[in-house]
């Protein structure tokens, strides 16, 4: 296992259409994250699943968001009608709650980064 | 008010100094406080965590956390090239939800 990978790597997409982005976790790992992290600031935490269940959104999370991780494994992220403002990088995140870790030490992947022109 | 303040720098130091990196909280229910790295293009990587008060040393690495101040210290004795990075901490209560600093870069000259 080599760690989170997330794809694509870079998206570019114009305001008003929908963009999909695809994490997989540490195969292990029962918790994954997803953060949003725009230039200068740090990573933003947007919502969290255990196994298959979505337990935590944030209030940035707006209804053009939705995630799901169907199965417990890989995580999808999706944004519908894209604004410009929505222009960052999407961080996946995983992490063990199993052998008294408590999900303290989640492994990140390289990002997303999205371009909304 | 955030729930972390961090100094965005840049912090720039010659090649074997000491740094001291800073955060302040606003939350009291804090009780873990991990510092993250960040390298240019990567997502972060955990350096170490401590829980609530006191030191924990890890090889060059150093957290001290002041918890009646709020206030979170990441020291770096003999700082390399390689330390050059974004350090982000993040304080939190449970590990349902993280909050991150908005980090600071250092810069580390040869």
């Known amino acids: 296992d080599t760690g989170v990978s997330q794809n694509p790597r870079h998206k570019i997409t114009k305001r008003g259409q929908n963009v999909t982005f695809r994490c997989d976790p540490i195969?292990?790992?029962?918790?994954l994250y997803w953060y949003r992290q725009t230039l200068g600031q740090g990573p933003e935490f947007l919502t969290y699943f255990q196994n298959e269940a979505q337990l935590e959104k944030s209030r940035l999370l707006s209804d053009r968001f939705s995630a799901e991780r169907p199965k417990g494994s890989f995580s999808t992220l999706e944004i519908q009608r894209t604004e410009q403002g929505d222009s960052a990088m999407y961080l996946c995140?995983?992490?063990?709650?199993?052998?008294?870790?408590?999900?303290?030490?989640?492994?990140f992947g390289p990002g997303t980064r999205l371009t909304v022109l | 008010q955030k729930e972390v303040e961090q100094d965005p720098g840049p912090l720039s130091v010659p090649e074997g100094a000491i740094v001291s990196l800073n955060c302040t909280y606003s939350?009291?229910?804090?009780?873990?406080f991990m510092w993250y790295r960040q390298y240019s293009r990567k997502g972060p990587e955990l350096l170490m965590y401590t829980y609530s008060s006191g030191n924990k040393e890890d090889g060059r690495f150093t957290a001290q956390v002041d918890k009646s101040s709020k206030y979170i210290s990441l020291f770096i004795r003999d700082s390399q090239p390689s330390d050059s990075a974004t350090y982000l901490c993040a304080p939190l209560y449970n590990f349902n939800k993280f909050y991150f600093g908005s980090g600071t870069k250092l810069n580390v000259k040869p």
């Open positions: 939350n009291s229910a804090f009780q873990y």
């Open positions: 195969s292990e790992h029962n918790r």
């Open positions: 995140a995983s992490s063990s709650t199993r052998g008294g870790t408590r999900g303290g030490e989640q492994f």
